[in-house]
Structure formats: C-alpha cells, structure tokens
C-alpha cells in the first residue's frame, strides 16, 4: 500500500499539478480539498483506456476547436460519475494550460457553486454549464496567447482522469527581423519582436501549414517551443539543399519541407523569427496623402484618420482575412515599406500573392502613403476620404507647423 501511495504521488508530480499545496494557496475557500488529498496520500491517477471502467470517466472532442483573436469559444468536456456514494458537488473540475511538457498554468477551478478564473483569464472563462456532467469551458474574447493545449480534470475524493483539447486560432504565420538586419534575435527577442508587431511566436505546428499553404523563407527563426526551423516549398540549393537525407524536416525531400534545426540549447543564439497573428478587430486601411512623406509624417497622417500606423502583424492579418490588396507601398510602425497583394499581376512583385517588403528605407525617403490601423469603435474625423494639414504647402510631412492651423485637405 505504501509503494503505491508512493508511485501514486510521483505520478501526479510528474504531471506538474502539486494539487493540495497549489489548491490551499490559490483558493482558500476550498482548503479541505488540498486537505483530503493530504490526509489519504495515496491518490489514484486514473487513465481510462477503452473498455476500463472507473468511477470518474472524462471525455473530450477528438482533434481540435478552432477559433480567432476576439472570438468565444468553447472548450468541450464531459464526465461520467456513478455518483451512487457522492453528488456531484462534491467533483472538482479544473482547467489548465500546458505551457511546457510538465509545467501547466491555471485557467479555472470549480467545486459545486464555488468558481474561479486565475490571471488573463479572469472575466472571460465560465463552465458552460449544460448539465449534470458538462465540464466544458466556454473562452471568451479570445487572446493570441490563448492559442495551446488545455487540460479539463475531474477529481472526487480518491480518483480523477483528464481530457486534452487543443485550440487553435485562425491566422497566418509571418517571418520577421528587425531594422538591424537578419539573424540579430535571441530568443527573448524574437518573442518581444512578434508582440511589437501584434503577433506571437510561432508554433512548429502553424509553421507547418504555412508551409503547406506556400509558405517559402529561406532564413531560419525562431519559434515558439524554443526550436529553429524554416520552411522551403521550391527547393533550391543555398536554401538547404534540393533534396535527399538530411536537408529537410517535416515534409522534406525533393518537394520541400520545413528545414529543422532542431532545439537550440543556447538561447543567446541569433535567428530570425516566425511570427503568427490572427483576425484583427479592427480595420487596415492605405493612405494616399496630396504629397509623398517621410516616416515623421505617417504618425501624424494616421492619427488626423483617428488611426495609428499599422503594425507588421496587422497588415499581413488584413492581407490574408481581410483580402487586402494593394500595389502601393507604406510605411509600417517598425519602419519598414510593404504591400499587400491578393491577387498577383503584372508589376506588382511577381506571380505570387502576398505582403512585399521593400525592407527598411532610410527614415527621411519620402513614400506615396502609409498603411494605418484603426481600432474598432474608433471615429474617423475625416469622413470620405478627407483628412488634415496645411493648406499651401507642408501637408502631411508637416515640420513644426501650428496644429492648430490645420486645415480640411482632401486625401
């Protein structure tokens, strides 16, 4: 009995809970649950495999739920409990993020009509609460970040058993470097370059259907489980080889795949990024001003719309969800010019859709317009296509002209 009080334990602790300590420090209310788990110290870790039978049973949607930033969502669990001995008040339910292989973060606890949400999800996650034996979790206002693996528990008093759903999020996977050139991001870096330019790092898994999608960058980066990896649909020799073993991962060989370079130990090394993002709330728009500006003057042109200067992130979502599609170049908040293009033609950068980038112009070169970003409920002061500078010259590149004398200038 001992050895198996032992194995017991060590099981639990494999799978990173510490449920009775972790349970006491995060919710005084239920302190007698971690309390039980103390007091029997032989808890049972219950796998219910087919045809094994238990007293808690959880089930959860095979695959994946899908959904995107700003969407709601639900998370589905159901459990079975011969509650012959107990009622149901007395099953704990919890949901936990896997953040690491053995490492979970707390989402949201119940036991009977006590519930609690822990950190961003706190005002967004709720039980759905369809009944006797309905553990799902339904997501609201759903975060980049919310984008992993989600683990629904069911515990009574001796046994428990777990279900695994996956929620993925619509988007689309960019590469990034910075001003200062290619392969200059740690891995901290590139994790902070992806949120500066609304988007997070990218998994190994988004990455691959990019790659299946067309996706083709033949500069390794960063992703998000601390791997360097790069995806190659037209092989090519400086781009690792045109095929045969070892120039490829997943789906490698003569047709492409996603080149691997596997987990990297020193997260000092220096890579590019890949980036992902999803469905922007708001709206991503061009704006031709009457002269061509510099990168001073996009601020201030964006912001005489009732906008800001896109991000990276936010043209490339307007781009592949929204459909937009435009052969004119602009400023982006990092500094860089790109366009937009859905569907390929003749100058237009060749004969596949996309975003193009013109890299990162010198500061003071004057471009034809800017692409700006404009919030959801934001008003636009300039209505049908009127905006905001001096009349007689200036425009929107300004200097230190008198905002107060600006005046209604078509745009």
């Given at each position: ?207 691959h259907a990019a790659w ?29 080889g045109l095929g045969g ?164 200038l078509r745009v």
């Amino acid at each position: 009995m001992v050895s198996g009080a032992v194995g017991s334990v060590c099981a639990a602790a494999a799978r990173g809970r510490g449920r009775g300590a972790l349970w006491a420090a995060a919710w005084g209310v239920l302190l007698f649950a971690g309390a039980a788990e103390a007091q029997h110290g032989r808890k049972k870790v219950v796998h219910v495999l087919e045809g094994e039978s238990g007293s808690v049973v959880v089930q959860t949607a095979p695959g994946q739920v899908v959904s995107h930033r700003g969407g709601t969502i639900v998370l589905p669990c159901r459990y079975h409990y011969e509650a012959a001995a107990h009622g149901h008040d007395s099953v704990r339910l919890k949901w936990t993020k896997v953040v690491d292989p053995l490492a979970f973060a707390d989402v949201f606890v119940a036991l009977g009509a006590q519930h609690r949400a822990f950190g961003s999800y706190r005002g967004r996650a709720e039980l759905q609460g369809d009944g006797p034996g309905d553990a799902s979790l339904v997501l609201r206002n759903v975060t980049l970040q919310d984008y992993g693996r989600y683990e629904c528990e069911v515990t009574n008093e001796l046994e428990d058993d777990t279900g695994m759903v996956k929620l993925d999020l619509e988007g689309v996977v960019f590469p990034y470097h910075p001003r200062g050139g290619r392969y200059k991001l740690t891995f901290t870096e590139a994790q902070r370059a992806c949120a500066e330019q609304d988007g997070i790092l990218a998994s190994a898994e988004q990455l691959h259907a990019a790659w299946r999608d067309g996706l083709d960058w033949c500069n390794a980066g960063w992703l998000r489980d601390g791997s360097v990896q790069y995806p190659v649909s037209q092989p090519r020799e400086p781009c690792g080889g045109l095929g045969g073993t070892g120039s490829a991962g997943a789906g490698g060989g003569a047709s492409g795949g996603v080149r691997n370079y596997g987990y990297r130990q020193n997260a000092e090394e220096l890579y590019d990024a890949f980036c992902f993002t999803s469905n922007l709330p708001g709206r991503v728009f061009f704006l031709k001003p009457l002269r061509p500006l510099p990168f001073a003057g996009a601020a201030r042109a964006c912001a005489a719309r009732g906008a800001a200067v896109a991000k990276v992130g936010q043209l490339f979502a307007a781009w592949k969800l929204q459909l937009l599609d435009r052969c004119t170049a602009g400023w982006l908040a990092d500094g860089s010019a790109r366009y937009p293009i859905v569907n390929p033609r003749a100058r237009c950068g060749g004969r596949r859709p996309g975003v193009r980038s013109l890299g990162f112009p010198d500061a003071t070169r004057r471009l034809f317009g800017v692409y700006c970003y404009r919030a959801p409920g934001a008003p636009d002061p300039a209505p049908g296509g009127w905006g905001w500078g001096w009349a007689g010259g200036g425009g929107w590149a300004g200097g230190a002209r008198d905002p107060a004398a600006w005046t209604p200038l078509r745009v």
